[in-house]
């Protein structure tokens, strides 16, 4: 349940009616929500003096809801508003290697007319005798594209022991498939006002992932966007599932916008265009697409990077079909 | 392995050969080849005399591959030909009702400017409690509506105790995805010549899907297409999970056309349109569509049929898809 | 929605309630049964003189409920009877290779004491260049072992072209995974009176798998056993994930024999008595267990049958456990 | 790849060599280990003089498999060693409630002759606006519980942002299947010497949970256990599907003890019985069940908690089927 309460509430009856609801208070923009479970349906009498609206729900998912709020979030990234006629790319690398790749990606992106740069900082690798990332430098470096460039940066907290520091240098905070469940990021996040783009669990059904953007939208940031990157299937032929199903079920109800990742999902360069072309088909507020100057020697995902060359060709097929579903691409 | 024998073999070298190979023989088009496991990879020096080309696999992948057959098999149904820079909409209710019905969605064809009809007369319900269709009563009403109207009929074998009738009636033979592991429905339209539609079963994976394929085309029938109707996985708010990574691995790897039936993978009207335009943007051959006169009164698959306005909405919007990827609608 | 109508109820009025509740009449044992949608709910009340008893369900899971019927059914196959204290072994090769091999395998069992062999004749492979059963003859050689020494014979039908033969040679028809979804063998069991080993598919829900028995129980065919063999998931080392959240389920809500096929779960001789005995220690009727003379040398399966030494101290090790649970291995 | 260096190495040759094969120096028990990828496969000559012994891997579950280490790990919880012929019940409550709550599970424990008492202080709930758990007073509830009566305490950490109060007052860490892939706890487990019981990812392949108990290896604590609980499949009768084809796999090709939870994997107290038995025929080192004095009212998981009188009847058939594969109950 979520109640609106009426800008002339006191501190104290507001807390009272927190603890009778069991109810967590959001500042959400202008306004106040008492935000308690969707089990919760009926207001006490006495308290609508309080009130100014309230909606009742049939399960967790209630800020995220269209019911709750019927039009798209509008979150900005640099110049750049979710909810509107425009689609973000956001390109880069898996991994920050070093000054000279970033320089490349940057030198592509510029190219490209693009404003947004990924890379990550802090990998979460799945064997500890892998590349575990370049850490903070990793997000020094990021930051001296931001002020060279002007673009947004993009990047992955991986747990929490080290979340302030990605959220003090991102522009949009990424929290990756396998830190999805980390109340930890989540909590740390919903008290950040930056973006945060939230990717969904592999093994995560599509009810728990807007459960896990609740905990940050009512930790009070209103600004969460949902990345599908693929889920685990029996199918082996390709690293994950994009679930392209699950996308029409939060664009219909959920207002949280929509960012695609056909590279982890694929896990292989060839099929990532005719992906991301679908993606752009389903009409969604971004992509996320994995480029390295030279995918043969990438310190991780080294099979699923498109080259240079891949992503211009890409890009300029994307844009024809950007416009027949009424978007642009920034 | 295959081999293609040259053509003045005799028929007794050819059986020999065959014996020695543990080969199928395969008449493909105006040639001979036989057909042997992927595990034989080398040829008797002494058979070279009879050989034109042969080629070895990695898997049971051979008929159907780009290895042995580089391009896309044109495939004909009606004017159409498959693996060019057409994509044809193959659209109608999940079971064939009436005539009235029938007739409707006949009206609705050719208003749009298309040329094919699909109904199903045999259903395969999973419940034994639930509507079964028509049976032959319904062929007979989609054979009428191709004398009367010239569309391609598309209707589905259930089990093998029909497929004679519906191969006599259809002008593409579909087989379902509970059917697709049907020896005795394999074997049948391995005799035919007309146009397999085989989807993938629901729990069936890319390899083995390919492999039910190559049951067909090693009986004799070089034309099949494949159809993506969604995999099954732990996701519940959409019915399936629309496999469009898997999709890529196919257009990438074997000569087979790809047809895709976004409304069986979503089982919910609301989400077809978007994956429909996702799915012409994957550049394929084919689209399966559910359309219902009046979907809320459907006998079967009610939930994830369009309507009429629904659906020449959604054709509207397919087309600069269509023509952003080099392809027109039929 | 299940009526049990009186004895004396006439021809002509048992056809006209049938028609009213679209309902199935089904002989079970000496009663009449008309059994419709579970979504009828409501009885005529002008009907209700016919009526001895009725029962209503949330699905389309009726027969099969224990609502329906309390007690697991008792199915006879031999001098073994289901849904008692006795748990039945039926073991041998995946398929039939020659008359050696089964002379082999019958030493075997009686040497074990056990009174069942099975082995199939016609293989559902999923690759055309594999092999694919030695089929009547295969058949036969299974009878002549009947013949010789008293074994009930299991023996899996893979198509709806000979299913007829295999339910005239033995003694259970087992209708495979990849079958179970195949209308016209249903059919053909459901007129049946040997008892059907009924095998879920690898992508089949529970729900499903019940229903596919609802096909053969309300053909009239009472004698449904469910053998639960392992579902597609997405970890790749072992073959398929045996579901025993899922068994514990059909033992709580329905009336029908359970039988567990661990070998091909496991895929993998190694695992397959670990996973026996956790199949014995869920209190089942029966285990389904591969077992082969010389399993390195097998045509099919080769991986994970046992061999004769491996199953003799395997069963050694599940009588204690079955007695621990209330049962003895016949 | 792992070494085992001689014990007459001076520091500066071991960072030497570490350097050289990027490896990660371990100290397993008395001896110093390099821990590099398994893709390093070969030693250069002229270290020959400083090795004592190494290993090549075919994938990155090295310190974990049997061929490093062939038999079980020891790992001591109280008088409780794995890897022998006890197996350990671990009960308890899902989450600490009280402690009148946690006083009668102690009772329970006592009167059964049990050892071990299992709740949760910090629950990682899917949904911000269920109960979150009692956090650190939780903890101290559970630590009067162990000074009270002696048993060892499992308890469970969510993020990393609280692992050291985990660590301070467990006997044993257990990292939840959400919390598996966060390196931030997996670390802080490494540099403990507790026992760590890591429960298995629902979406997490057998090879990455593995990896995940190498990451905590690798960071200098071998006392590593695998708790499988369920993965998530298509099926939704039961909350998870139990694994035990993967426990198969576990015990063949690791030395972790195995841990099995079917309370987690089943949610459903009805089923938890037969699969307890099921587990203990597997014949691993602990079962963990939740237990509870009025399931009804639980906090959490409800559903899925046995009271009392049902646990108790459980252990009772659990004896005879731990004494058939030769171990005791502790």
Redesign the interface.
């Known amino acids: 349940m979520i109640i609106e309460v009426r800008k002339n509430i006191e501190a104290s009856e507001l807390e009272a009616m927190a603890m009778k609801y069991k109810a967590?208070v959001v500042e959400d923009y202008d306004r106040k929500l008492l935000?308690?479970?969707?089990s919760a349906k009926t207001i006490d009498t006495k308290d609508e003096r309080h009130i100014e609206k309230h909606w009742v729900f049939d399960n967790?998912m209630?800020l995220s809801s269209r019911k709750f709020m019927p039009n798209t979030r509008n979150i900005s990234i640099g110049n750049f508003t979710t909810g509107k006629d425009e689609t973000i790319l956001i390109i880069g690398p898996c991994s920050v290697e070093s000054e000279e790749q970033l320089e490349q990606t940057a030198s592509l992106i510029q190219k490209c007319g693009l404003k947004s740069l990924r890379a990550g900082a802090y990998k979460?690798r799945?064997?500890?005798?892998?590349f575990q990332g370049m850490g903070l430098e990793g997000l020094k470096l990021l930051a001296k594209m931001r002020e060279k460039y002007g673009f947004s940066i993009v990047t992955e907290v991986?747990?929490?022991?080290h979340a302030d520091a990605v959220i003090e240098y991102a522009d949009v905070i990424q929290v990756g498939a396998?830190?999805m469940?980390?109340?930890?990021?989540l909590r740390t996040c919903g008290k950040a006002r930056k973006p945060v783009l939230l990717k969904r669990?592999?093994?995560?059904?599509?009810?728990?992932f807007v459960?896990?953007a609740?905990?940050i939208l009512?930790?009070g940031n209103p600004n969460v966007m949902l990345c599908e990157r693929?889920?685990?299937?029996?199918?082996?032929?390709?690293?994950?599932?994009?679930?392209?199903?699950?996308?029409?079920?939060l664009?219909?109800h959920t207002n949280l916008p929509v960012i695609l990742d056909p590279s982890h999902?694929?896990g292989?360069a060839?099929?990532v265009p005719?992906?991301a072309?679908?993606?752009?088909?389903?009409?969604v507020d971004g992509l996320l697409i994995e480029v390295h100057p030279d995918p043969s020697v990438a310190k991780s995902d080294a099979s699923q990077q498109l080259n240079h060359k891949q992503f211009e060709e890409l890009l300029n097929?994307l844009r024809?079909?950007a416009?027949?579903?009424g978007r642009h691409i920034v």
Chains 1, 2, 3, 4 share one sequence.
């Open positions: 967590i935000v308690g479970s969707s967790d209630q979460p799945t064997s500890p005798y892998s991986r747990d929490s022991t396998k830190a469940y980390d109340h930890g990021i669990g592999f093994g995560t059904t599509i009810q728990e459960q896990a609740e905990f009512s930790g693929g889920i685990r299937t029996f199918e082996t032929k390709s690293r994950f599932t994009l679930d392209l199903c699950g996308v029409a079920y664009k219909e999902a694929m292989y060839y099929g005719d992906l072309r679908a993606c752009m088909a389903m009409n097929s024809p079909i416009k027949a579903v």
